[in-house]
């Protein structure tokens, strides 16, 4: 099993991009990884034709993360050929050999409800490089709005924890100091609209994550 990566600083990724001037702005302000959705039903979902024009316009060194949901694996393998993806993020019922199939680094996320336990998820998925940690919602696979109970995760799991779920610029404090965790996924809590993300709300969150680095090391 992987050991935890000490947090030097906390790492994050802003999810659904659909429109290449977001996605520039997002790297320009610092953000680690920008997340690009490959699944239908979602309001945020990208075609190949569009996620290769988001890409195309990234700098160096920003991580881009393909999100799939229970996807056929021949149209994973299509996207992979077409688009320039580091990692892949699984949010469905995937198990960990449909996971680790493809070769690449990946990160699978949890649905938060009772009873789940992430040290037994942990061992489960133990090839993944992290656990996304969202909220539980039937109707919907992320990008809903709604967060859960933090006191859920556990201070000791094994693998890294990515929080998402209801995060925005005035909770991410809060969350950064009861969770502490290595990364945070952040989609509809930066947006003016579906898919379409707000500057200055994606600096703002930024910045909150920033000061909390900062006052960590002071």
């Known amino acids: 099993m992987k050991l935890p990566i000490p947090n030097m600083?906390?790492?994050?990724?802003?999810?659904?991009?659909t429109r290449c001037e977001d996605a520039s702005a997002a790297a320009r302000l610092g953000?680690?990884?920008?997340?690009?959705?490959?699944?239908?039903?979602?309001?945020?979902?990208?075609?190949?034709?569009?996620?290769?024009?988001?890409?195309q316009g990234?700098?160096?060194?920003?991580t881009v993360v393909g999100l799939f949901v229970d996807e056929e694996p021949w149209r994973i393998r299509e996207?992979?050929?077409?688009?320039?993806?580091?990692?892949?993020?699984?949010?469905?019922?995937?198990?960990p050999d449909g996971c680790a199939i493809f070769g690449r680094s990946y990160i699978k996320a949890v649905r938060m409800k009772a009873g789940v336990d992430l040290t037994k998820l942990a061992s489960d998925y133990s090839t993944a490089s992290g656990l996304l940690l969202d909220a539980d919602d039937p109707q919907a696979k992320g990008g809903t709005g709604t967060g859960f109970d933090w006191a859920m995760i556990p201070p000791d799991c094994p693998l890294p924890v990515i929080l998402a779920?209801?995060?925005?610029?005035?909770?991410?404090?809060?969350?950064?100091?009861?969770?502490?965790?290595?990364g945070l996924?952040?989609?509809s809590g930066v947006e003016a609209a579906k898919g379409v993300k707000d500057k200055d709300k994606m600096a703002a969150f930024i910045k909150e994550v920033q000061d909390f680095d900062h006052a960590k090391f002071d």
């Open 9 to 17: 600083r906390t790492r994050v990724k802003i999810c659904g991009f």
């Open 31 to 55: 953000v680690d990884a920008i997340g690009l959705v490959f699944y239908p039903p979602s309001p945020r979902h990208v075609d190949i034709r569009q996620a290769q024009a988001i890409v």
């Open 58 to 62: 990234l700098p160096p060194f920003v």
């Open 79 to 95: 996207i992979l050929e077409r688009v320039r993806i580091d990692l892949l993020q699984f949010h469905g019922d995937e198990n």
């Open 165 to 182: 779920g209801g995060l925005k610029p005035a909770n991410v404090g809060g969350a950064l100091r009861q969770v502490g965790p290595y």
């Open 185 to 187: 996924d952040v989609s």
